[in-house]
């Protein structure tokens, strides 16, 4: 599915490796919550961005691997009805593995 694709890339880009929970943008829900920063995780059911640079206002510069047609790109966005999670910190119910670069 699309929706993997995205989890998939961003889990990638942020540890290095592939974790497959991560498949799954819901399960990014599971980070800490964080303010919109560079570096933080935009997520919600069924897709996931990292945040660049804040624009204006609920606009940020994300980095969105699926945009539309499978393609991954830099572009504007909305972080309306986002969670902003920490993808560096610990998730809830997963103390398994620490993953951090």
């Known amino acids: ?8 890339a ?3 880009r942020r540890s290095r490796k ?3 929970s991560l498949n799954l943008a819901a399960n990014w ?11 933080m995780a935009a997520a919600r059911h069924g897709h996931v961005m990292v945040l660049k640079r804040h624009i204006s206002g609920k606009v940020w510069l994300v980095m969105d691997a699926n945009s539309g047609g ?14 902003i999670v920490d993808p560096r910190g610990a998730r809830r119910g997963d103390y398994s593995a620490k993953v951090r670069s």
């Not at 599915?1 to 998939?8: E, H, I, N, S, W």
């Not at 980070?31 to 560079?38: C, E, G, S, T, V």
């Open 10 to 12: 961003v889990a990638e």
């Open 70 to 83: 499978g393609k991954t790109r830099l572009h504007p966005r909305s972080i309306a009805g986002f969670q």
């Open 1 to 8: 599915m699309a929706d993997d694709r995205v989890a998939t």
């Open 29 to 39: 829900l599971r980070f800490p919550r964080a303010l919109a920063a560079p570096g």
């Open 18 to 20: 592939i974790i497959p």
